[in-house]
């Protein structure tokens, strides 16, 4: 009786959504419906195929994600081609280009996590493809092939997730001049970026909820090892300290430092919702 249960209601809070969406002439209501619809898709756990005992239930979770990824994709363009809610309607578009890239990062990554499980080694095929290309310290591109780690538990590597850029095609950024430097002084030159970074995770994970049930049948607090897509809040630091050192001829010393910090414990707070987040 549980089995044909599932465990699940996602898929009838989806359909639901999907339903309002398409009848609702109200702009509230609409923009509470698209916000819900990205809550269900990417609120929770994101499971990719995984190498081992569990490869048939996580594929079918993942075939089951996907399906319902494109879903809601097809219902926000059919709600962007409407005459209703023109408010939403460029919003909606965005979020179903977004969605399709997702998709498509997620089945990319999903062919090669259901051949690399635990214990398998980066440095050889399939594996090879998930190897860290980007140093987050130094922002420097690793050298294909010095990898020589192992998938274990606690195994993360960031992916270059879909990014939705402005129309305009610029980039944002800030250019700050500053003043002529005096012979002893310092100056300090700052710049941050705050936002949301794509990361594959292979991990023992703790059974505690899971929406899609990729881990249905599995008593609750079990840890077993399974592959996932998670948004972590992360921001993007790098510092320019510049330093007239010359006592006769001004002679400029520059120190530049990067870091990406990534806050993990701010994905264990309660939700919330606003029209700013």
């Not at 923009?31 to 996580?58: F, S």
């Not at 980066?122 to 922002?139: F, H, N, S, V």
Request: charged fraction near 25%.
């Amino acid at each position: 009786m549980a089995a044909k249960n599932k465990g699940s209601n996602m898929e009838s809070r989806l359909h639901f959504l999907i339903e309002a969406l398409l009848t609702t002439k109200d702009a509230n209501v609409a923009e509470t419906v698209i916000h819900n619809l990205m809550e269900i898709l990417y609120g929770g756990l994101r499971a990719l195929p995984t190498k081992g005992k569990l490869l048939k239930k996580t594929l079918e979770v993942h075939n089951r994600i996907c399906e319902a990824e494109m879903q809601v994709a097809g219902t926000l363009k059919k709600f962007a081609l409407s005459e209703k809610c023109k408010e939403h309607r460029g919003k909606a578009l965005d979020l179903a280009m977004f969605i399709e890239q997702m998709n498509e990062v997620a089945v990319a990554a999903g062919e090669v996590t259901a051949k690399c499980g635990e214990g398998d080694s980066l440095a050889k095929p399939p594996c090879d493809e998930l190897q860290p290309i980007l140093d987050e310290m130094t922002g420097h591109e690793i050298p294909s092939g010095t990898t020589r780690q192992l998938v274990k538990r606690a195994f993360s590597v960031k992916l270059r997730g879909p990014r939705v850029g402005w129309w305009q095609n610029c980039i944002e950024e800030d250019v700050l001049m500053t003043k002529p430097i005096p012979p002893g002084h310092c100056v300090v030159v700052f710049k941050e970026f705050r936002g949301l970074m794509v990361r594959l995770h292979f991990e023992r994970f703790t059974i505690v909820s899971d929406p899609w049930v990729a881990t249905f049948g599995v008593p609750r607090g079990t840890r077993i090892p399974i592959w996932r897509i998670e948004w972590i809040f992360c921001e993007y630091v790098k510092q320019w300290n510049m330093c007239n050192v010359g006592k006769r001829k001004p002679r400029i010393r520059t120190n530049v430092t990067q870091r990406v910090k990534q806050d993990y414990p701010i994905n264990w707070l309660w939700r919330y919702y606003g029209k700013q987040c």
